[in-house]
């Protein structure tokens, strides 16, 4: 099913452009108002996180920093608040002291657009990080109408996929390994975006001979990045890239390995999507995604879901095509020979946490 969405974003914001309005195809006008009219799902979930340390990626605005405030606010004993600028995240921590009169806000700076500051981060929280329980990846970026070339990879594809993943993958053994220690839940958390709904990887892509590196060419964008079904010839790299990091979490959460044969290696690969509201409301959702499903005996089916709005949720008929499983599989390889060329530790990684 497709989801109905507006975007009413500021440029450079991490919606799609004003011009655009998505609606499901086969809404109709009562399911439209009803939509509408039942609101936002509420937070649902509050658990007291004493004892937990939280890791948000990009808290000092938006989503994120309203995230980092609710699990303050539920107590949690650390949250890591992971931002590029100094000055910004500064300013945010305090934000969330002031909010929730508590100190357990800490900046660490990191880039998702320079390999080396993510590399640095976990370089970093391997020496003095400590527990790690919960892993919220929510940092993004939208552009249009620029192209712009970060460390040899356009800037969507660097930060949204490319850094995401290498950072969760940096960070996946800890999660592992504070799972066996604790015995509990530990959660990786993607944030994603219904519009992954409108596009695919296409044919042009799929018969080449990388799917990332011809995402990559700038001189083949008209082939690649234009595949909109509603809107034809509008830049797709936004999008694209949600659909990217959809299929990598999902080839993560695949091969996690069942939680029967390791009980206490219980991480979740999952997606979360956000309809436009505000960001606090926008933080419930992520949070449902990050202390849900209230009912426990749900717990089972949470590893790699899809959610929306407080329930798990079928991604896109090309996620769970055929062809979006050969798709997932490339993804997965092209973007680990990727990180293995900038972070040879992602190798041993791969070999140790995930399943072959
Ligand atoms: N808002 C929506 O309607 C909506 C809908 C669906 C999905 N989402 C997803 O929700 C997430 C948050 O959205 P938002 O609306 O809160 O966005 P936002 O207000 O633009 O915040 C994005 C955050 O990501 C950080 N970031 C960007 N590039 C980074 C980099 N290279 N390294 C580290 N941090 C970086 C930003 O830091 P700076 O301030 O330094 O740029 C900021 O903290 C995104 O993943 C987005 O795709 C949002």
């Given at each position: 099913m497709l989801p109905m969405r507006f975007a009413s974003k500021k440029p450079g914001s991490v919606a799609p452009p004003s011009s655009l309005i998505y609606i499901e195809p086969d809404l109709t006008l009562k399911n439209f108002i009803v939509k509408h009219e039942t609101g936002v799902p509420p937070l649902v979930v509050g658990d007291d996180l004493t004892g937990k340390t939280m890791v948000v990626v990009?808290?000092?605005?938006g989503i994120g920093l309203a995230a980092a405030k609710l699990f303050a606010s539920m107590k949690a004993s650390r949250v890591i608040m992971a931002c590029r600028n100094e000055e910004k995240g500064t300013k945010a921590v305090a934000g969330v002291e002031e909010a929730t009169g508590t100190k357990s806000a800490e900046l660490w700076l990191v880039d998702l657009g320079k390999f080396s500051s993510i590399v640095e981060f976990c370089d970093r929280w391997e020496k003095e990080g400590g527990r790690l329980d919960i892993l919220i990846m929510n940092a993004g970026i939208a552009v249009w109408g620029t192209w712009d070339i970060l460390e040899g990879w356009e800037s969507t594809l660097q930060i949204n996929h490319l850094g995401t993943s290498l950072f969760s993958l940096l960070l996946l053994p800890r999660l592992q390994e504070m799972a066996r220690e604790s015995l509990e839940q530990t959660r990786l958390v993607f944030v994603g975006s219904?519009?992954?709904?409108?596009v695919t990887i296409n044919e042009y892509l799929r018969n080449s001979p990388s799917i990332l590196r011809t995402l990559n060419d700038k001189e083949k964008a008209s082939l690649?990045?234009?595949?909109?079904?509603?809107?034809?010839?509008?830049?797709q790299r936004y999008p694209i890239s949600k659909l990217l990091n959809l299929l990598f979490s999902r080839s993560l959460a695949a091969r996690l390995g069942p939680s029967s044969q390791h009980p206490s290696i219980e991480h979740e690969g999952r997606r979360i999507e956000l309809h436009e509201r505000t960001s606090e409301q926008g933080a419930y959702q992520l949070m449902w995604a990050a202390l849900?499903?209230?009912?426990?005996?749900?717990n089972d089916h949470i590893r790699g879901a899809y959610v929306v709005d407080n329930e798990i949720t079928e991604p896109s008929d090309f996620v769970i095509s055929k062809e979006g499983h050969e798709v997932q599989e490339r993804i997965r390889n092209e973007t680990i020979e990727i990180l293995r060329g900038v972070a040879p530790k992602i190798s041993e990684i791969v070999d140790q946490s995930l399943r072959a």
């Open positions: 990009g808290a000092n605005t219904d519009t992954h709904y409108f690649t990045c234009q595949t909109m079904v509603s809107a034809p010839g509008q830049d849900g499903p209230t009912n426990p005996s749900d």
